[in-house]
């Protein structure tokens, strides 16, 4: 199997390492930001460097517009968009490490549906991992 993926993984793990403990930050205390001016902020930037991407890749925009698979893109965003709103009002309402374990869940769930919808391989290795997964979550968050 190619890992050309697994520096991009990895980046992206060490990044998001940031964003609850500093949105937690900035939506609570004194001069706190709302939770959904947050969102509209940071995704303001998120966009801008995504659009940075595409125009100096030479990707572009529109041709992809037709493709049969924007509906599926559409209906990540959706998600993606009720994801971040519900995180950063969890954030501002909660404590990081109570709220970050919570929603990493969404690494099980999406581990699942890749088997079960997408066909991808399964093993004890897996099942073992998912269940570590669930246990950690189960004793960061207190419950």
């Known amino acids: 199997m190619d890992a050309t993926y697994l520096p991009y993984a990895l980046l992206a793990m060490g ?21 959904d001016v947050a969102v509209i902020v940071s995704n303001v930037l998120l966009v801008s460097m995504a659009a940075g991407i595409v125009w100096y890749t030479g990707q572009g925009f ?55 919808l997408l066909g991808e391989s399964f093993s004890a290795r897996k099942a073992l991992g998912i269940a570590f ?6 004793l960061v968050s207190g419950a």
């Open 15 to 35: 990044a998001y390492t940031f964003v609850s403990p500093l949105m937690r930050v900035a939506t609570t205390g004194p001069d706190a930001i709302p939770s």
């Open 62 to 116: 529109s041709s992809h517009l037709a493709s049969p698979k924007l509906l599926h893109v559409l209906g990540a965003g959706v998600f993606l968009g009720i994801g971040i709103l519900a995180l950063y009002r969890a954030l501002s309402l909660g404590p990081v490490s109570v709220v970050t374990p919570i929603f990493a869940m969404f690494l099980v769930f999406s581990s699942l549906i890749g088997v079960v």
């Open 133 to 138: 997964a669930v246990a950690s979550v189960y």
